[in-house]
């Protein structure tokens, strides 16, 4: 089973700041790795898949990067509603697997 | 739009059974893999279950193999899950989602709670 570590695990920071959040594969998972964000009591939603690819209507102060085992998604410069947990998901091998999560919050 | 939209969740005794279905609309669904994902009381995600779009193809977690059954009615649009033998740690939401291993969850369900206990 492929295991996703997220650092950190709570990232403090207030609106306006660049948040850098990682997530890191136990083995290679190529390009396949999604990122998530989840608000309290809603469903998950997809932000980025392939590693880098923004999925539809996500604003472009989104983005995501790395290949292998080594992945980060960056929000530019964070926004009120950007405040919640953040997810990686890998869809390399099975099982599919989700890391432990980030909290983003306000500083 | 896309809509996925779960029901049969409740409260259910340790051991028993029941059937989580996933209702979907605005996309080809026989064309698409499906998947269950659960996420206990303050607990992050885990994945459950999938099944490809002609629904030869299922892959379920160890923590639930042999105990969930999923499966599909592409005449109907619809995902389900059975699931039986029931455990405390099995409480959690469920979410049904489009995608999974061919691809990511794109779109998911507003989620159904299922609550194992006594």
């Known amino acids: 089973e492929i295991v996703l570590t997220q650092s950190p695990a709570t990232l403090s920071l207030s609106p306006g700041e660049r948040a850098t959040l990682s997530c890191r594969a136990s083995?290679?998972?190529?390009?396949?790795l999604a990122w998530y964000q989840q608000k309290p009591g809603r469903a998950p939603r997809l932000l980025i898949y392939?590693?880098?690819s923004r999925a539809t209507g996500i604003p472009a102060r989104f983005s995501g990067s790395g290949s292998g085992t080594d992945f980060t998604l960056t929000i530019s410069s964070l926004e009120p509603e950007d405040f919640a947990l953040y997810y990686c998901q890998q869809r390399s091998n099975w099982p599919l697997t989700f890391g432990g999560g980030t909290k983003v919050e306000i500083k | 739009e896309v809509q996925l939209l779960e029901s049969g969740g409740g409260l259910v005794q340790p051991g028993g059974s029941l059937r989580l279905s996933c209702a979907t609309s605005?996309?080809?669904?026989?064309?698409?893999?499906m998947s269950w994902v659960r996420q206990a009381p303050g607990k992050g995600l885990e994945w459950v279950s999938a099944?490809?779009?002609?629904?030869?193809?299922?892959y379920s977690a160890d923590s639930v193999r042999g105990r969930f059954t999923v499966s599909r009615d592409n005449s109907k649009n619809t995902l389900y899950l059975l699931m039986d033998s029931l455990r405390a740690e099995d409480t959690a939401i469920y979410y049904c989602a489009k995608g999974g291993g061919s691809g990511p969850f794109d779109y998911w369900g507003q989620g159904t709670l299922v609550t194992v206990s006594s």
């Open positions: 605005g996309f080809t669904f026989s064309s698409y893999a």
């Open positions: 083995q290679s998972v190529g390009s396949y």
């Open positions: 392939d590693a880098s």
């Open positions: 099944i490809s779009g002609p629904g030869g193809g299922i």
